[in-house]
């Protein structure tokens, strides 16, 4: 593709780089016939090669042709607007400017669209052409007063850029760039003047930017009101990489994904009729979220109530009645709230409590249970004895007991005691029984803890244990009818009932089953041993006796019903790809959840248990997504040199075109995750197929969702069958697709991903570049030092020990292969990251720097495992896609302005 030149009129070529004058080609033809020898031609050659250059290396401005415009409301000027104020200064034309009539922070022009409308008149939007000196000239302000005009065109920028946006205008202007304030230019000038140029520099991420103006033109001018518009892309910019357009669509980008209003978790009342939705939104300016709860009808989704701006928090429906519960803190001591939405009447339920945990009511709402925090006391002299591996974890040596509350009396009761926290799972369904557990360390056997389950009737306190010295943690609930237990847990809990797995292999206790325990016979049913998705949530519904499940299922996360009388399986379709929680009424046959797909954001919507129908509730992240424009996505498996299937899929940048090469960004994680076909998340595929990537996500041996025994791959690999497997699924992908440019060809994950990043780059040299964020370059040091690595550990590498275990602890670290690494690494690392030491990535750095290869380091300060600040999550986000612009596209431009060379 050829550079922007200038054109000093005339035809020019287009087949070659589309910018050399056709004079100017004859003349160096011309040249040559009439001179030529071999030093002519050397010289002619030399010079031709310098013209060429000259012009593909100089930019020039591209002129706006064609505008959208609209008609503004008339802006009078105020009573006494004459009369001088306190400081002597009358209310003038340019104070009028001043006062921006309509905010269009959020507004997305395009033609026909409606700007402003009341009940005799509609202002719309329509297209007008520049001429041919490139202003566009607009109707002048009649007699009645001023005028505003809005113009708007979209800058679409192939690439990352820093152009210079060029106004030409008499008249005032403010200028907004995708809704934030450019500037303003905010002087008249007199008919006889040129237009004044005003311009601005700006940066261009890849997409689509909307530059809108205001013009304003008062009565009293006389001067044409006219605007002329272009953008000065750099030097570096090629044919094509920044046009205007006049319409909106656009790739997604990481603003669509982080701003707006977002739909969180949603609870009905008992009968089903209202529901409590939470809502967030991210403050840009200090990197704050605001988010609150309203309560709105399901019949019409009007909003019942709504408790925006106020500091409340921890809502629960009260079993009775359209009642919900809430907590206020106040001086740090919290007060527990009833509101009844039929009475209006709002009420306390408990006054004024230090160190307030959670609270759940008993099934008639006639009592709740919660739990009080003890603090441990403090470390005296500034020293610390560390207690077990736990004990350097913040907090864990407070404790939290159970009291019992009742409403009608104000009887409150403390149920239980000791060194030990004691958790609540569950009241029984008769309100006389608890179920709650206790759980302590055990290192002297994995996974490193014991635990036990208790029931204490409520009246006696009389207290049985269900289960006692289990070596595996498991959650509980009550069957409606109060006789049977629903646990969830892994495989080899309750003595390893749970598992199906080959002889020889180990399970992964991260694929989670279900069991239902009898309490009269005492006997355990593994009842999904062999149903292949890992659960994720289990609910009992009391209305139909099912047993509803989210579970994930291989990449996909569906809703599944178990029939408890049949036991049978059913999965109910909710319209989307994942799942993420459900939220059952107890009297009628709905339900809530939320649900999103590859191409289509979260939002929660109604489901009828009766006949499987479902209808959308709340979809604010719609608006976000109005004008986003999504590449078609395909499946794509391979079998790994087992005979395995490893499935996979492939994001498409949108306007694909199969003749083209593009660039290939492969992602995985590795562990014992799945990575889902969820909307969201820290990798936004979509985003990355909209900057003109294709991105293959595979999902390697070891993950759950596809049975036992493909999870227990998982268990003491760390990355072996993973890193062939990622390799030879690579390979095969490029040979099974023509369209992508081998020589481009772009590696990244994240945790063990991040480790399976480093680890590919000690086996492979096929990978153009990698990038790895808070990945593990030694196993030994992740697994003493992360606060969960020994525990993560006692899954991953069952029975493993660095003394134990040489070849997996350090012959399969990437530390200790760094001499291996050749390909260029961009290491990401929270700088207060607790799960995975950023040590972990800087001891690489270090090892790969002594080494002379290619690598970089970013720590992100103060963040931990994830990137969660508003401003940091971009910044992070835009590292990545620089890096991967600057080795996949031969674009280094954006790299060097985030982080530019310095003198250190």
Same mark, same amino acid.
């Given at each position: 593709?050829?550079?922007?030149?200038?054109?000093?009129?005339?035809?020019?070529?287009?087949?070659?780089?589309?910018?050399?004058?056709?004079?100017?080609?004859?003349?160096?033809?011309?040249?040559?016939?009439?001179?030529?020898?071999?030093?002519?031609?050397?010289?002619?050659?030399?010079?031709? @090669?310098?013209?060429?250059?000259?012009?593909?290396?100089?930019?020039?401005?591209?002129?706006?042709?064609?505008?959208?415009?609209?008609?503004?409301?008339?802006?009078?000027?105020?009573?006494?607007?004459?009369?001088?104020?306190?400081?002597?200064?009358?209310?003038?034309? !340019?104070?009028?400017?001043?006062?921006?009539?309509? %905010?269009?922070?959020?507004?997305?022009?395009?033609?026909?669209?409606?700007?402003?409308?009341?009940?005799?008149?509609?202002?719309?939007?329509?297209?007008?052409? @520049?001429? %041919?000196?490139?202003?566009?000239?607009?109707?002048?302000? #009649?007699?009645?007063?001023?005028?505003?005009?809005?113009?708007?065109?979209?800058?679409?920028?192939?690439?990352?850029?820093?152009?210079?946006?060029?106004?030409?205008?008499?008249?005032?202007?403010?200028?907004?760039?995708?809704?934030?304030? *450019?500037?303003?230019?905010?002087?008249?000038?007199?008919?006889?003047?040129?237009?004044?140029?005003? =311009?601005?520099?700006?940066?261009?991420?890849?997409?689509?930017?909307?530059?809108?103006?205001?013009?304003?033109?008062?009565?009293?001018?006389?001067?044409?009101?006219?605007?002329?518009?272009?953008?000065?892309?750099?030097?570096?910019?090629?044919?094509?990489?920044?046009?205007?357009?006049?319409?909106?669509?656009?790739?997604?980008?990481?603003?669509?994904?982080?701003?707006?209003?977002?739909?969180?978790? =949603?609870?009905?009342?008992?009968?089903?009729?209202?529901?409590?939705?939470?809502?967030?939104? +991210?403050?840009?300016?200090?990197?704050?979220?605001?988010?609150?709860?309203?309560? !709105?009808?399901?019949? #019409?989704?009007?909003?019942?109530?709504?408790? $925006?701006?106020?500091?409340?928090?921890?809502?629960?429906?009260?079993?009775?009645?359209?009642?919900?519960?809430?907590?206020?803190?106040?001086?740090?001591?919290? =007060?527990?709230?009833?509101?009844?939405?039929?009475?209006?009447?709002?009420?306390?339920?408990?006054?004024?409590?230090?160190?307030?945990?959670?609270?759940?009511?008993?099934? #008639?709402?006639?009592?709740?249970?919660?739990?009080?925090?003890?603090?441990?006391?403090?470390?005296?002299?500034?020293?610390?004895?560390?207690?077990?591996? $736990?004990?350097?974890?913040?907090?864990?040596?407070?404790?939290?007991?159970?009291?019992?509350?009742?409403?009608? /009396?104000?009887?409150?009761? !403390?149920?239980?005691?000791?060194?030990?926290?004691?958790?609540?799972?569950?009241?029984?369904?008769?309100?006389?029984?608890?179920?709650?557990?206790?759980?302590?360390?055990?290192? *002297?056997?994995?996974?490193?803890?014991?635990?036990?389950?208790?029931?204490?009737?409520?009246? =006696?306190?009389?207290?049985?244990?269900?289960?006692?010295?289990?070596?595996?943690?498991?959650?509980?609930?009550?069957?409606?009818?109060?006789?049977?237990?629903?646990?969830?847990?892994?495989?080899? &809990?309750?003595?390893?009932?749970?598992?199906?797995?080959?002889?020889?292999?180990?399970?992964?206790?991260?694929?989670?089953?279900?069991?239902?325990?009898?309490?009269?016979?005492?006997?355990?049913?593994?009842?999904?041993?062999?149903?292949?998705?890992?659960?994720?949530?289990?609910?009992?519904?009391?209305?139909?006796?099912?047993?509803?499940?989210?579970?994930?299922?291989?990449?996909?996360?569906?809703?599944?019903?178990?029939?408890?009388?049949?036991?049978?399986?059913?999965?109910?379709?909710?319209?989307?790809?994942?799942?993420?929680?459900? $939220?059952?009424?107890?009297?009628?046959?709905? &339900?809530?959840?939320?649900?999103?797909?590859?191409?289509?954001?979260?939002?929660?919507?109604?489901? #009828?248990?009766?006949?499987?129908?479902?209808?959308?509730?709340?979809?604010?992240?719609?608006?976000?997504?109005?004008?986003?424009?999504?590449?078609?996505?395909?499946?794509?498996?391979?079998?790994?040199?087992?005979?395995?299937? +490893?499935?996979? $899929?492939?994001?498409?940048?949108?306007?694909?075109?199969?003749?083209?090469?593009?660039?290939?960004?492969?992602?995985?994680?590795?562990?014992?995750?799945?990575?889902?076909?969820?909307?969201?998340?820290?990798?936004?595929?979509?985003?990355?197929?909209?900057?003109?990537?294709?991105?293959?996500?595979?999902?390697?041996?070891?993950?759950?969702?596809?049975?036992?025994?493909?999870?227990?791959?998982?268990?003491?690999?760390?990355?072996?069958?993973?890193?062939?497997?990622?390799?030879?699924?690579?390979?095969?992908?490029?040979?099974?697709?023509?369209?992508? %440019?081998?020589?481009?060809?772009?590696?990244?994950?994240?945790?063990?991903?991040?480790?399976?990043?480093?680890?590919?780059?000690?086996?492979?040299?096929?990978?153009?570049? @990698?990038?790895?964020?808070?990945?593990?370059?030694?196993?030994?040091?992740?697994?003493?030092?992360?606060?969960?690595?020994?525990?993560?550990?006692?899954?991953?590498?069952?029975?493993?020990?660095?003394?134990?275990?040489?070849?997996?602890?350090?012959?399969?670290?990437?530390?200790?292969?760094?001499?291996?690494? /050749?390909?260029?690494?961009?290491?990401?690392?929270?700088?207060? %990251?607790?799960?995975?030491?950023?040590?972990?990535?800087?001891?690489?750095?270090?090892?790969?720097?002594?080494?002379?290869?290619?690598?970089?380091?970013?720590?992100?300060?103060?963040?931990?495992?994830?990137?969660?600040?508003?401003?940091?999550?971009?910044?992070?986000?835009?590292?990545?896609?620089?890096?991967?612009?600057?080795?996949?596209?031969?674009?280094?431009?954006?790299?060097?302005?985030?982080?530019?060379?310095?003198?250190?």
């Amino acid at each position: 593709m050829g550079r922007y030149c200038p054109i000093f009129g005339g035809s020019y070529i287009t087949s070659f780089y589309k910018i050399i004058p056709l004079g100017a080609v004859f003349t160096f033809i011309w040249e040559l016939l009439i001179n030529f020898n071999f030093f002519t031609m050397q010289k002619l050659l030399v010079s031709a @090669a310098a013209f060429i250059i000259s012009f593909t290396l100089f930019a020039d401005s591209i002129p706006v042709n064609q505008w959208l415009a609209v008609k503004g409301p008339d802006m009078e000027l105020p009573a006494f607007s004459s009369t001088e104020n306190l400081e002597g200064n009358t209310f003038s034309s !340019r104070k009028l400017f001043e006062l921006s009539p309509v %905010d269009i922070s959020d507004h997305y022009p395009f033609e026909n669209k409606v700007f402003m409308q009341g009940d005799d008149f509609e202002k719309i939007w329509t297209v007008f052409h @520049a001429n %041919d000196s490139g202003f566009l000239s607009l109707d002048k302000a #009649d007699e009645a007063g001023n005028s505003t005009t809005y113009l708007a065109a979209y800058i679409s920028a192939d690439r990352w850029m820093k152009a210079e946006l060029e106004l030409y205008s008499r008249q005032m202007l403010e200028v907004y760039l995708n809704g934030k304030s *450019l500037g303003t230019k905010d002087n008249s000038q007199k008919s006889d003047a040129d237009p004044e140029k005003w =311009t601005r520099g700006v940066e261009l991420e890849q997409g689509k930017h909307l530059l809108l103006i205001r013009s304003f033109h008062t009565s009293e001018e006389e001067s044409p009101w006219q605007v002329k518009g272009s953008i000065k892309p750099p030097e570096y910019a090629e044919a094509g990489d920044v046009t205007f357009e006049l319409h909106p669509e656009q790739g997604k980008n990481i603003n669509h994904l982080l701003d707006g209003i977002k739909a969180g978790s =949603t609870t009905l009342s008992p009968d089903g009729k209202l529901y409590a939705v939470n809502f967030s939104r +991210i403050l840009p300016d200090d990197d704050d979220t605001e988010s609150w709860t309203e309560i !709105r009808r399901v019949s #019409d989704r009007k909003t019942v109530h709504s408790f $925006r701006h106020a500091s409340i928090s921890s809502f629960s429906w009260v079993p009775e009645g359209n009642v919900i519960s809430y907590r206020t803190t106040r001086d740090g001591k919290a =007060t527990i709230w009833m509101h009844d939405f039929d009475s209006g009447e709002i009420k306390s339920v408990l006054e004024d409590i230090e160190d307030l945990g959670s609270w759940s009511w008993s099934a #008639d709402g006639s009592f709740i249970i919660f739990s009080i925090r003890e603090e441990a006391p403090d470390n005296e002299g500034g020293m610390k004895r560390v207690m077990g591996m $736990r004990d350097r974890l913040p907090g864990y040596r407070n404790r939290h007991f159970l009291y019992k509350y009742e409403i009608d /009396t104000g009887v409150k009761e !403390r149920l239980t005691h000791g060194f030990l926290t004691t958790s609540l799972h569950d009241i029984s369904p008769c309100g006389k029984k608890i179920l709650f557990s206790q759980s302590r360390p055990d290192y *002297l056997e994995r996974p490193y803890s014991k635990h036990d389950i208790f029931l204490m009737e409520l009246n =006696t306190r009389k207290t049985d244990t269900l289960f006692k010295d289990k070596r595996r943690g498991v959650s509980g609930q009550f069957s409606p009818d109060g006789r049977q237990i629903l646990f969830t847990g892994g495989p080899s &809990a309750f003595g390893g009932l749970g598992e199906n797995i080959p002889g020889g292999m180990i399970a992964n206790n991260y694929d989670t089953q279900a069991y239902i325990y009898d309490m009269e016979r005492g006997s355990i049913d593994p009842f999904t041993r062999e149903f292949d998705p890992s659960i994720s949530q289990a609910v009992w519904s009391k209305y139909n006796n099912h047993i509803y499940l989210v579970a994930g299922d291989e990449d996909f996360v569906h809703l599944f019903s178990y029939n408890t009388s049949s036991g049978s399986f059913n999965k109910i379709d909710t319209g989307g790809d994942v799942i993420h929680w459900i $939220r059952l009424a107890d009297s009628e046959p709905v &339900a809530v959840f939320s649900g999103s797909g590859m191409s289509s954001p979260p939002k929660v919507s109604l489901l #009828d248990l009766g006949n499987g129908r479902y209808r959308e509730l709340e979809n604010p992240d719609s608006r976000n997504f109005r004008h986003v424009a999504f590449g078609n996505s395909m499946e794509w498996d391979f079998k790994n040199s087992e005979g395995v299937r +490893i499935p996979g $899929r492939v994001y498409l940048p949108p306007g694909f075109d199969e003749s083209k090469k593009y660039p290939l960004i492969v992602y995985y994680y590795g562990g014992t995750n799945p990575v889902s076909r969820s909307f969201g998340g820290r990798y936004p595929f979509n985003m990355y197929a909209a900057s003109g990537y294709v991105v293959y996500v595979l999902q390697p041996s070891g993950a759950t969702g596809f049975g036992q025994e493909f999870s227990a791959m998982h268990v003491n690999n760390w990355g072996i069958t993973v890193a062939g497997e990622i390799i030879r699924g690579t390979k095969l992908f490029l040979d099974d697709h023509p369209f992508i %440019d081998p020589e481009r060809v772009g590696c990244m994950g994240a945790s063990y991903g991040g480790f399976m990043t480093m680890l590919l780059q000690t086996h492979t040299d096929m990978f153009a570049t @990698a990038i790895s964020h808070a990945g593990i370059s030694s196993i030994s040091s992740y697994w003493g030092e992360g606060y969960w690595g020994y525990g993560y550990s006692a899954e991953a590498s069952a029975g493993s020990f660095p003394w134990n275990n040489r070849e997996l602890y350090v012959d399969q670290s990437p530390l200790f292969s760094a001499d291996n690494i /050749t390909t260029p690494l961009l290491l990401l690392h929270g700088d207060s %990251d607790t799960n995975v030491p950023p040590g972990e990535s800087i001891q690489l750095y270090v090892a790969l720097k002594l080494l002379g290869r290619p690598v970089e380091l970013v720590k992100i300060e103060g963040e931990d495992h994830h990137i969660l600040t508003y401003s940091k999550r971009i910044a992070w986000s835009n590292t990545k896609m620089a890096w991967f612009d600057k080795w996949l596209k031969g674009q280094s431009q954006w790299w060097e302005h985030l982080y530019p060379e310095k003198n250190l």
